[in-house]
């Protein structure tokens, strides 16, 4: 019998194993670096006297093992040193993206659950059919499809062709000002602030972004429910819940009810993965996001950032692996306790 | 005799597009009022998809699937659910079926709820009677399925099954997970419903021994093929298919009054997937001859209503000799 939030310890422990795992790999970064340490943490021309300051601060000239152990403790401390683009630093840099990034999660993610779950749901259902054909077929092209080409696509089509969308210029049109932080989300905070204006422009300028990753997640997720209830329907549970005479929609319950679970993984797995397509996609769109934070550091090889960004993606799919096992658990509980 | 279920040339496949399996192939099958059909056959031999295909869960790539007189086999499934207070099944494991949370009482209430408009005070009623009918032990309406053996869960099933008047009742594997005492109960309370509720009953077993007592007719299922199809008494006198006979002398060893041995068959119990033209049977059968292995044998007729799917019963050398 299992005890009580022993897979949730169990996966802390594994967390900070990973943790460990993924600092080590970052340090090995720096030290067997394409250039020296300095450059990498400092930009191409770091001053004699930042320079003389990098050294100090990581220790540079130390032997390896305590450069390693400081590195660890001041990460966990959040210090992640300073991006030499930006020259704030990182964590601030972050801070100040993240809102950003989480807003076209989120929207995403709903709008990708709403449309996917419901489409493999009807694809399971009309087997055999024109009908599962199709969302199967749309499923699989949508699965293969590179992100960023998607997001051109929808972007020659609405913005080009079609002038419904604005230009994939960030946030919000830039004769406007944006409203006070409350939530994070402009489009929320420019509601909240009663400014129609804003919130219109905010919103114009999230749907094609949202849309993007909405597709992407619901290609997969129809995928993977179609796949999930499929098993249902095969189960003689099922068979038999048919046999009595059962309803459409109580059939679709006892199928959901059977493939909560799957479902529920696979939308997890939507959640930890979204991150790198989020990257991208803001990429794309200009969002001015944590991801594009981190693609651009990669690409300009500002190893402060990218280190924060790599071990943020981990504590991201880490953080989703908690709640996925949370939910299982309580569900599990519930289960037992009826 | 009114007939109330047929099969007319039915096949089955199953699976994906991928990959699509014959499960049952031109099946020819009646069953009629105050009648118990017995099927037999080994696992894979597509005994719970003929069950189905009967209630029109499953739907056949060809035939005919008739219930009452009434071609039911292009119904759309809304259509469909309304005659399925007309036509029931219990399933071989009632345990894994039965939703664990409602009560006996609860369970056989349910298919009146679905199917018949009554009131609460006739459906109680109803349940009441119900449960007279299958001789449910007093306190036992309120114990939900964890708290029954599989021998009075499959009585429930049977329950639910009934509940409805059905004019079709198909049983798959009922008493498989019984004990020998449960299981002889189950038969004969069978027996009694089909003598007192005029309907056709469909009882589907993994061996001869287990219909024996109860059924009217036997037909042995082989691969998706009915090989055998008779009177109970004729198939066990005289089985005619050499998988039939086979199979009652494995199942029969203790009677003295059947001389010989047991025949043993070579080779696994085949799935689908091995299916080579010619006779089915040819792979494993003992008397098997070149021409089988060509030639698929088609049902011929013996005597007024036996039929049996073997090139050599024309010729009467279907029999497998009993010393070798
Ligand atoms: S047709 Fe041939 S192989 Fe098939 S059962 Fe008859 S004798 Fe055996």
Redesign the interface.
Known sequence: MERPGRTILRLLGIAAFVFLVIAFICFMLIKLGAAPPVVLLGGPNPMPEERAQLIAEYGLNQPAVVQFIRYVVRTLAGEFGRSWQTGATVADDLLARLPATLELMVYALLLGALIGIPAGVAAAFSR?RAEERTARGAGLVGAAMPSFLLALLLLLVFFRWLDLSPAPSGRLSVVLTPPPTITGSYFIDAILMQDAAAARSALGQLILPVLTLALLIAAQLTLQVRTAILMQLDT??F??A???????DMLTGIAMRGAAPSIWAAFCGQCAALLGTTAVIEYVFAWGGVGQYGLEAMSRGDFAVMQAFILLSAALSLLVHLMHAGVRRVARLRIRR? | MSVVAELRGVSVELGDDDRRVAALTRIDLQVAAGQILGVAGESGAGKSTLARTLLRLVQPQAGTVLLEGNDITAQPERRLRRLRGRMTMTFRNPLAVLNPRMTVRALLEEPLRLHARLTAPARRAAVEALAERLRLRAGELELRPAELDAGRAQLVGLGRAIATQPRLLVLDEPTCELDTVAAAEFLALLASLRDSADMAIVLIGHDITALQPVADRIAVLYLGEIVEEGPTADLLRDALHPYSQALLSAHLPADPTRRGRRIRLRGEAPTPDDRTPGCGFAPRCPIAENRCRSGAPTPNQIGTDRRVACLRVLEGSSRIPLTR
């Open positions: 055999g003689a549970h068979a038999y048919r046999a009595q005479g059962m309803s459409r009826a």
